[in-house]
């Protein structure tokens, strides 16, 4: 028998009364102009589901942030799951890589290493090999690592914008789509 999975957006969902809940988080920074999900989030939808499927986990609800920065936590789905896990109605929390969780090292640190195993959560980072029910000693040492890399690629980017911006203003050059009001 082919089973289809079917998945539910949090917001779309009463959680007050559910427990075992399994987290499927998606995020990307910018937004690709599509109407709906981007091509990103659909891509990401579907290899975490395989998950879901795979592992058999229960309850699956999806929780996206489209068109957010991950160096921010002030994200609504993340605060919501989040709000969840403390909750402790949150059994499993699937990301695609560490970085769609967020690029700020300390933070994804405090997740990682300190909330989720507090509350008793199983985080897998697909990607990144990551599993807390199949721990291992290179990811206690890799994890740090690559969340830090990850920080650090956001800034660099960051950088690299603004020199952009200010060498086309220092030319003379259009540096905003809107033309500035007032």
């Not at 990401?44 to 160096?71: A, C, M």
């Not at 994200?75 to 699937?94: D, G, H, M, T």
């Not at 897998?124 to 890399?149: C, H, Q, R, Y």
């Amino acid at each position: 028998m082919n089973r289809t999975l079917t998945i539910s957006d949090y917001r779309q969902v009463d959680t007050s009364k559910l427990s075992d809940i399994t987290v499927v988080y998606c995020r990307l920074s910018q937004d690709d102009g599509l109407d709906g999900d981007s091509n990103s989030i659909i891509n990401q939808k579907k290899i975490l589901l395989d998950v879901v499927t795979r592992e058999n986990l229960s309850n699956p609800i999806l929780f996206v942030d489209d068109g957010f920065s991950g160096t921010n936590f002030d994200r609504p789905a993340i605060s919501e799951a989040l709000r969840l896990v403390e909750n402790r109605q949150v059994s499993n929390f699937i990301v695609k890589d560490l970085s769609r969780l967020g690029r700020s090292y300390i933070k994804v640190g405090q997740l990682t290493e300190i909330t989720f195993p507090s509350f008793d959560v199983r985080f897998i980072a697909l990607n990144d090999g990551v599993d807390s029910n199949k721990p291992n000693e290179t990811n206690s040492i890799f994890l740090p690592i690559k969340s830090l890399m990850d920080e650090m690629y956001a800034a660099d980017t960051s950088k690299k914008i603004r020199a952009v911006v200010q060498a086309k203003a220092k030319a003379g050059e259009r540096v905003t789509t809107n033309p500035p009001y007032g």
